[in-house]
Every structure is written in structure tokens, then in C-alpha cells.
């Protein structure tokens, strides 16, 4: 694009972005959050409702076979609203380089375009134009009361290197700079040695904020958020607001993360981010495999809680416990180990995270994996593919599994989530005493009502437990939700024995 087409464009969006924005009818996105009532489902729409009629895997269109579109993911929407989902976190549906690839269709994160949507998302025989058909998408979810997140990835396409090489961190001899171990993307030069910000590029940004806002986005899910300056966000953030006043930003950062993500890249960490403008960020949920003990899930908990405490606008966290860069807890801890998140996303003081496929119980095993590509669309001739993750790189099959036991788990979870809603957003949150540390056992409490939760961490064996409730009267109405027949209540006590990964759940009113 010409520079003086591209201002051009600019200015168009930039007053398309400004007009008269229609207010839903319900809660902003940004204030659901605040309240940890967003309940979040992370969705790469290239592979949400595609059709794999042969059953291998991989999308072959030749084969008249059909890929996730903006369009056909409306389909999906209403099994979404079943399973309590009020919020779709979209991976990026930006364009996505070729050169130097990896997958036959492209990383979803390396951006090649800041200024439009994916051609690959767009179906065919709509007549709808690219941006109308995204717009559609985003209405028919605020049909249904569904809140849209959209991705900004943070390093950009080869693609765009070769036509704006003036945006890149660039080595010596003149060539970009691969991140990290990213090697389908180059580094971003956000900012020069005097730490001033790359004016080109933060327009490109405020033009990528434009647009979504233009869809009908209610928020932006900042990809690696630490390798940008606090001004850049500061300043981004500032913009996006002057257009939409509630609308939303989510940091991909974490307490756990405290170093650059690359040599050359900045690093900012969450408590900048959030002091930036941001409204949330991953929290370290993500450590769950990690976590053996109470001690380790509560001072988790606390210490977060402590820090989110200290803004005058109300942050909070997401439950990062599986994302699309983490490997699928049916692997780590299998099936019963899975269950315990969907409890612990239902019950904690966060905002309730899920991949489209894991609770469809999809290991995302796929058995392409790097064999050579009977088409391909990018240079890269290989289907590649993180095992165990949901795929990003190649047109693949709609994340699915062999059983609907974890689907069945989510209902009865979000069920008790909405019926003490009250509870779970606004109770304490209590750690319960026990003499076995190996329990994650907490009570959620709001004046004379509580849930009380108590999981058998360890998912080998059994164990005893003797665990002491709060608050429990000889007249409380107590109401389990789930129960083991191994163990009782006695007095103030929940006593017995847990079979291994055991689940115990009730109310006290």
C-alpha cells in the first residue's frame, strides 16, 4: 500500500471507528471482567466448524471439504451458550504470512496485515464483503448475549518484512530479527534506543483498534503484551477508549514471566501493564500440573488477590489453567485432572478460560504431524503442528474428542457458578484447614451463604481427610453437588476417606 493511500485508509477508519457506537443492552465486556463474570472461550475460527467429511484431519478442499469461516461459526454459537460461554476470545483473524512459514496455511501469529481480516476465515459464496462478513459474526454473537475478544499478535509475518522492512528490529547485515524461538515472525522495532515510539507502527496499531472497534468488538487480547513499553500501551489503550469507553484489554503476562521474551525485546512486566491501562492478565493458573498442595493453590490465590486490590479500577485474571500455548490437560493429568480445572474455573475469584476442543475432551493429537502436505498453501511443505495443542498452523479438523463426559462436567459446574453467582464473584476467599495438605479444599463465603469446595489432589490415591468447614450451622440447608461416599459431615467437619482426583462439592445457605 502506498503511504498516501494508507493515511487515506486511515483517516477513513479512524472516522469510521468514531461514529455513533450502539451500547448493548447488557453489561460491557470490561465490567463483566472486572466482576469476574466473563466466562471466556478461546476459539481459532479456521478450524471451528470446519468439515473434515473423510476424517483425516486435515481440511482438503479439493476434496470439497470446508474450513471454519466467520459465517458457519455462527452455527456453533448456540451449543456455546448451553455450556454458559458469554464471552469468545477470536485467535487472530488478521492475515497471516507465507514466506518462511510454518504449516500449510500459516501461524495464526504472524501478522501480515494490520488493516483487514483473514481471507481464509471468509466464505466464498457470501456476498458480503470481508469486513461485513466479520461484522456479521460479531452481531449474531451479541445476539446471543456473547461478548467478542479479538487477538492482536505481537511480532509480524515475514510478508510485511519485505514491504515495510522500516518496522522491524533489524540485525547488522540488514536482515530482520527472529524472536526467541518464533521463526515464522520478526521482532517489531516498537521503539528507538531512546526508548521513543515508532510512529509507524503505533499507527498501524491504532488502525488494528479502529477496525475492530468498527466489527463490533468489545475488546482486544494483547499477545505477548511484555514486549511492548508501558507508554505504547499507555497511549494505545488511551485511544481505543476515546472511541469506546468500556472497551476491554486483556495482557497475555503472568507473575511467572520476568524476563524478555527475546534478546532484543522489551520487557514489561503485569503490574506495569495493568498500571497501563490494562483490565486483566493471565494470573499463573497455568502452574496447576505444578501445584501438589493447598499451600501452593492458596498462596497463589491470596498473593493475587492482594496485588489486584491495590488499583483503583478493578482488575482480575483469567483461568489460564489451558490455552493455546499450553499442552492439553487430558495429557498432563488426563481426564479426572481436567475435571478439577472446570471446578476450580467455576469456583475461583477469576474469569473462566477454555480452548474450543478441551471440553470436548480433544487430546490434539494429530497424525499429519510433520509428514509432507498433499497441498499447502505457504511455502512450508510440512504439516507442522505443536502436539498436544490446539493447531494454529495448517486448515485442520474441528476440535472434537471421544467422550462428552467433560461437557456434561461443565453444565453441572456452570450451573452452581450462575446460581451462587453472587458468591463466587464477590464471596471471600477461604482456605480451609485440614492435617492433609494434599486437599485443595477453600470455601467461598458471602454473608450467610457459601460453597465450599474439596478436591483430592492427588489423582493416584486415595486419602484421608478431616477438614473443618466455616460458618456451618445445626440449621444451615446444606445442598452437595458433588459428593464421595467415602467421606461425611460431622458436626463442622467434612471427615473420611477421597478416592484419587475426588471432586466434593456443596452449598451451606
Keep these: 500500500m502506498a503511504v498516501k493511500n494508507f493515511f487515506i485508509a486511515l483517516a477513513v477508519m479512524l472516522f469510521l471507528s468514531g461514529t455513533v457506537y450502539a451500547e448493548e443492552q447488557t453489561k460491557s465486556l470490561r465490567a463483566m471482567f472486572q466482576n469476574n463474570e466473563a466466562v471466556i472461550y478461546s476459539v ?16 482438503e478442499f479439493s476434496n470439497g471439504e470446508t474450513s471454519g469461516s466467520f459465517i458457519n461459526a455462527v452455527e456453533r454459537l448456540d451449543e456455546l451458550k448451553e455450556l454458559g460461554i458469554n464471552t469468545i476470545h477470536l ?9 518462511k512459514a510454518l504449516g500449510t496455511a500459516g501461524s495464526l501469529y504472524a501478522i501480515a496485515d494490520f488493516t483487514t481480516v483473514n481471507s481464509q476465515l471468509l466464505d466464498p459464496n457470501s456476498d458480503l ?61 516498537v521503539a528507538n534506543d531512546s526508548r521513543l515510539l515508532n510512529s509507524d507502527i ?36 488511551k485511544f481505543a477508549r476515546e472511541k469506546k469507553p ?33 483490565d486483566g492478565y493471565y494470573g499463573n493458573y497455568f502452574e496447576l500440573k505444578n501445584w501438589d498442595t493447598m499451600d501452593k493453590l492458596a498462596s497463589s490465590v491470596i498473593s493475587e488477590q492482594n496485588i489486584l486490590k491495590k488499583y483503583p479500577e478493578k482488575k482480575s485474571v483469567i ?13 498432563t493429568g488426563g481426564e479426572n485432572f481436567s475435571k478439577i480445572i472446570i471446578w476450580l474455573n467455576a469456583t475461583l475469584p477469576l474469569n473462566p478460560y477454555y480452548v474450543d476442543g478441551f471440553l470436548q475432551a480433544d487430546d490434539y493429537i494429530y497424525n499429519y504431524s510433520n509428514k509432507k502436505a498433499s497441498e499447502t498453501y505457504t511455502d512450508d511443505e510440512y504439516y507442522y503442528v505443536h502436539q498436544g495443542q490446539i493447531d494454529i498452523f495448517n ?10 463426559i467433560l461437557l456434561e462436567e461443565q453444565k453441572i459446574a456452570i450451573n452452581l457458578r450462575n446460581k451462587f453467582l453472587d458468591v463466587i464473584t464477590q464471596g471471600k476467599f477461604i482456605p480451609l484447614s485440614s492435617d492433609n495438605n494434599k486437599f485443595f479444599a477453600f470455601q467461598r463465603m458471602l454473608n450467610k451463604k457459601s460453597v465450599v469446595v474439596i478436591i483430592n489432589r492427588n489423582l493416584v490415591n486415595s486419602e484421608n481427610i478431616n ?36 471432586i466434593v462439592i456443596f452449598t451451606i445457605e
Design 44 to 59: 481459532n475460527l479456521r478450524t471451528f466448524n470446519a468439515d473434515d467429511k473423510n476424517g483425516n484431519g486435515i481440511i
Design 91 to 99: 485467535l487472530p483473524i488478521t492475515p497471516v504470512g507465507k514466506i
Design 129 to 189: 464483503s470481508p469486513r461485513e462478513q466479520a461484522k456479521f459474526f460479531i452481531d449474531e454473537c451479541h445476539k446471543r448475549n456473547i461478548k467478542v475478544i479479538v487477538d492482536l499478535p505481537s511480532c509480524g509475518a515475514y510478508d510485511l518484512f519485505i514491504n515495510r522492512p522500516d518496522l522491524f528490529v533489524q540485525n547488522k547485515d540488514g536482515t530482520p530479527y527472529v524472536p526467541a524461538d518464533w521463526f515464522d515472525v520478526r521482532l517489531f522495532e
Design 202 to 237: 503505533y499507527i498501524l496499531h491504532k488502525f488494528f483498534v479502529s477496525y475492530v472497534i468498527s466489527i463490533g468488538a468489545d475488546g482486544i487480547r494483547a499477545d505477548v503484551a511484555t514486549i511492548k513499553p508501558y507508554i505504547f500501551w499507555k497511549e494505545l489503550i
Design 246 to 278: 468500556d472497551f476491554f484489554f486483556l495482557a497475555e503476562a503472568s507473575e511467572s514471566w520476568n524476563t524478555p521474551a527475546s534478546e532484543k525485546a522489551y520487557f514489561t512486566d503485569y503490574k506495569k501493564l495493568l498500571d497501563a491501562g490494562f
Design 319 to 331: 483461568g489460564s489453567f489451558e490455552t493455546h500455548d499450553v499442552v492439553s490437560p487430558l495429557l
Design 395 to 404: 486448515f485442520s479438523r474441528k476440535p472434537s474428542g471421544d467422550t462428552n
Design 467 to 502: 477438614v473443618n468447614i466455616k460458618n456451618l450451622k445445626l440449621k444451615s440447608k446444606i445442598t452437595f453437588i458433588k459428593q464421595d461416599d467415602g467421606c461425611e459431615l460431622v458436626k463442622s467437619r467434612l471427615t473420611g476417606k477421597l478416592k484419587p482426583a475426588s
